[in-house]
């Protein structure tokens, strides 16, 4: 997409110059020059060649010490692509604004910024994290949890409905009224199965309607007894969110799959020449000398092309369900 394409879905440049100040607040920025540089051949006409990459690194609750790691992977690429590439750490909506302002061409997003990034900029997920410790390789579930010793059934193969019904007049707490696994996703399924309308209609069903701030908050909650279940994501039952003895106080009592893993999002205007330099540079991070770079980030072992629309796909039907906009 363009620039003038993008200033149309835009907001005004006063509410674009503060998402600047913001976006420069969030995090140091570092720049890493190669020895010699090359402008990429090929650039569409209407777009100015590319000579510096910027990538956007979202903060997470599992990742520590973020802007030297995000500096050794710019510095990484800066060697492969053979050109500056700067590395800046913020958020995900700071993250998405930027790639909508021309101020970063990469970003690691959710798939819900994923969605909002294709929206705004025209950009789109090119290739998603594996973790260890997901399901699905790179899919995870969404899961309901609640105390080991409570009267509420975990039933394998029951419905949704029949599963989730239990719920009613119970109290949950869920992770942020933002989260994917632990909101977004778990409302898409009690709408789905006809329990609830939409997200607006949970306390017609709930007893008790709560967000912990986070996964450790809403696993807390219930932990404490202060709600019945919780929603969150399935890496979330063990460090650094919770201890493994507390992990073993609770159970899950039903799950939801196929949640679409965070992934690597390239705006429009890079090239398409451009762009397979850039994934081919990332999926070098797979390699076991490189590997070390990409765990360090996220926990991630892995990089795996995927197709946007595909991937994508549950979340965008979850948010649709909830009445939540994209």
Do not use: C, W
């Amino acid at each position: 997409m363009t620039r003038s394409k993008k200033g149309l879905l835009g907001v005004s440049a006063g509410l674009l110059a503060l998402a600047g100040l913001a976006f420069g607040s969030v995090g140091m920025r570092a720049i890493a020059n190669p020895t010699s540089t090359q402008k990429e051949p090929g650039l569409v006409a209407q777009n100015p060649p590319i000579t510096t990459l910027r990538i956007v690194l979202p903060s997470r609750s599992d990742s520590t010490d973020l802007q030297n790691k995000a500096n050794r992977l710019a510095a990484f690429l800066s060697a492969e692509l053979k050109m500056p590439v700067q590395a800046t750490v913020g958020d995900d909506t700071a993250a998405v604004e930027a790639l909508r302002a021309n101020r970063a061409e990469i970003s690691f997003l959710n798939s819900r910024g994923a969605i909002k990034a294709q929206k705004l900029a025209n950009a789109r997920m090119y290739l998603a994290e594996v973790r260890s410790n997901y399901s699905g390789r790179f899919t995870y579930r969404s899961i309901f949890v609640v105390p080991k010793d409570s009267p509420l059934k975990t039933q394998r193969g029951a419905s949704a409905r029949v599963a989730l019904g239990q719920l009613r007049g119970r109290r949950i707490a869920f992770t942020s009224p933002t989260s994917g696994s632990g909101f977004i996703v778990p409302v898409g399924e009690l709408v789905k199965s006809g329990l609830v309308p939409n997200r607006d209609r949970l306390g017609n069903f709930f007893g008790q309607v709560s967000y912990g701030g986070g996964y450790s908050g809403a696993l807390q909650a219930v932990l404490r007894g202060q709600a019945d279940v919780a929603a969150v994501s399935e890496y979330t039952l063990g460090a650094p969110y919770i201890t493994a003895e507390e992990a073993q106080r609770l159970r899950i009592l039903y799950s939801i799959s196929g949640v679409p893993a965070h992934g690597i999002v390239i705006d429009d205007r890079v090239s398409g020449q451009m762009r397979n330099r850039i994934i081919a540079a990332l999926l070098k991070l797979n390699q076991s000398k490189n590997n070390s770079l990409l765990r360090d980030l996220y926990n991630s072992t892995e990089l795996v092309p995927v197709n946007h629309d595909t991937h994508v796909k549950p979340m965008l039907e979850a948010l649709q369900r909830a009445g939540i906009e994209p």
